[in-house]
């Protein structure tokens, strides 16, 4: 297994009543199995006359900041602050920088997902965004795993997609020794000799389930050597794949699935599960791209980005 880079950044993106306890406390542990440092980013809409720092080497223009009324400090340094404080908090030992930059909160995280390891934020619209757009996995955080939770769980549909939430995931369980678990939905074939030959129709399913698990597991099989992780495959048939993995994760600690490029009507169906998954699961969820920027998330170059501690 590789060692995570210590230079990897974990984004953590602020709004204006701070980041939700919940993406820090994940940003904090994420960064601290990876030696990663946290970078808190908030987005100041165009027309707030802030000053706003240099960001991915493109200088945005600046104003003057206005004279702070007494006992009013600007809402962005109030709500990087707090976040810091938490992050703080949760490890004082902790790596973290914060920047404010001018734009909404869509392009400012999508602008700095370019050169991050993950992208961090609660659930809605800017997530469902990021997890359609980012090049980078954009970790989708709306409460904390149950107590007790362990374990990852990851979609796989046998898609370019899945492999690369695949390969995401098991790097996931290894940095914390955890097991992994492959979840497939599948409709079988047949159903057209159900009522005209019942006992052909049950060979056929038996037939297309054992090819369809014999796929899963060979993917599987090359993530656990890969990775030195223990593997459970699970194969549903004729259910609704957003559906299983919400249930088969309530008891994990993390759920990965993999965002579907949306040019065609198919795709965009099929790619309805990850948003579905994003607005119903009950663990912190992880989008991974394809084709992935980076096969291994703990390999992510270092963000360079202009900010302050």
């Known amino acids: 297994m590789s060692s995570p880079d210590a230079n990897s950044t974990i984004v953590v993106g602020v709004a204006e009543e701070g980041a939700s306890g919940a993406a ?168 057209h000799l159900a009522v005209t030959d019942p006992e052909a129709h049950r060979a056929a399913r038996r037939r297309a389930r054992a090819r369809v698990r014999a796929a899963v597991e060979r993917a599987a099989e090359v993530v656990r050597r890969r990775h030195d992780v223990e593997v459970e495959v699970v194969v549903v048939t004729d259910s609704f794949a957003s559906d299983v993995l919400v249930e088969r994760s309530r008891r994990a600690r993390l759920l990965v699935v993999g965002a579907h490029e949306r040019t065609t009507f198919a795709v965009t169906l099929r790619g309805s599960t990850e948003r579905s998954v994003l607005h119903r699961a009950h663990v912190p969820v992880v989008v991974v791209p394809v084709p992935p920027r980076v096969v291994d998330v703990r390999r992510a170059p270092a963000a360079e980005l202009a900010g302050t501690a």
Request: hydrophobic residues 50%; contains cysteine.
């Open 24 to 191: 820090v406390r994940w940003a904090v542990d994420e960064a601290a199995v990876r030696g990663a440092q946290v970078h808190l980013v908030h987005a100041v809409p165009h027309e707030v006359p802030y000053a706003v720092p240099q960001v991915l080497g493109v200088h945005a223009p600046a104003a003057p900041l206005p004279a702070d009324p007494p006992g009013h400090p600007r809402e962005p340094d109030v709500a990087l602050r707090r976040a810091a404080e938490q992050v703080r908090a949760a490890s004082p030992g902790q790596p973290v920088r914060s920047s404010a930059v001018r734009g909404t909160a869509r392009e400012v995280l999508l602008r700095v997902a370019a050169d991050a390891a993950a992208v961090v934020t609660g659930p809605g619209r800017t997530a469902v965004f990021l997890a359609e757009h980012a090049p980078c996995p954009v970790v989708v955080v709306g409460e904390d795993a149950p107590a007790g939770a362990r374990g990852v769980v990851v979609g796989f549909d046998v898609s370019p997609a899945a492999t690369a939430a695949l390969e995401v995931a098991a790097a996931e369980a290894a940095l914390r020794g955890e097991p992994l678990r492959v979840v497939h939905t599948t409709h079988l074939p047949g159903g």
